[in-house]
């Protein structure tokens, strides 16, 4: 039988246990993941923008930058005090405590960014968030993924399958553009476009 996606409960168990779990704040390997994470963007400037998974908000305060709105979301409101002392300064970024696909919010962004979170659901809610994303990305709009490829065997999916999972959906008579891949020791970026 499949495994469940991970729930609300299982992060607050982890962020209780530490403010920063993943080393966000100081890993080496974060932040060059991060570098390319932004670098695989086509556009300097995004209108609209929508993260998942924001966590503690390092992510989410680089990519400020280069948006006129970023909605940045993490199933746990936990991390999301921190996220919210440190973007702050940036009054066009929003933080909100929000549990994908389960819940999803209104509007169109013109660029969708799960990093690092996709393996945490089911196939089936996977595929839920999969066609929310894309009925709610513009045309045109970018899709980028980055996930940790080895196998945790807490989480129901590996980095390589969620990735699959959009991959089925890029080509011809499809809804997306795979417009780059870039496969690291450890982890995988794809980075789409909707037609």
Not at 97 to 125: C, H, K, R, T
Request: hydrophobic fraction near 40%.
């Amino acid at each position: 039988m499949p495994a469940p996606s991970l729930n609300t409960t299982y992060f607050d168990d982890v962020y209780r246990a530490n403010d920063d779990p993943w080393s966000f704040e100081t890993s080496s390997y974060e932040r060059a993941k991060y570098e390319a994470t932004l670098a695989a963007l086509p556009r300097e400037r995004y209108t609209n923008a929508f993260e998942i998974g924001c966590s503690i908000g390092v992510l989410s305060q680089l990519l400020a930058s280069r948006c006129d709105a970023l909605l940045a979301v993490d199933a746990s409101d936990l991390p999301l005090k921190t996220a919210r002392a440190r973007l702050e300064p940036y009054k066009h970024v929003t933080v909100r405590q929000m549990s994908i696909p389960n819940e999803f919010p209104e509007g169109q962004f013109d660029l969708i960014l799960l990093s690092e979170v996709g393996y945490y659901l089911a196939m089936e809610d996977l595929q839920r968030a999969r066609r929310k994303m894309l009925d709610q990305l513009t045309k045109n709009g970018h899709l980028l993924l980055v996930h940790w490829t080895p196998v945790v065997h807490d989480y129901p999916l590996t980095g390589d399958q969620v990735h699959e999972t959009f991959m089925a959906m890029a080509g011809p008579d499809k809804p997306l553009k795979h417009l780059l891949n870039q496969h690291e020791e450890t982890y995988r970026l794809d980075l789409f476009q909707k037609i």
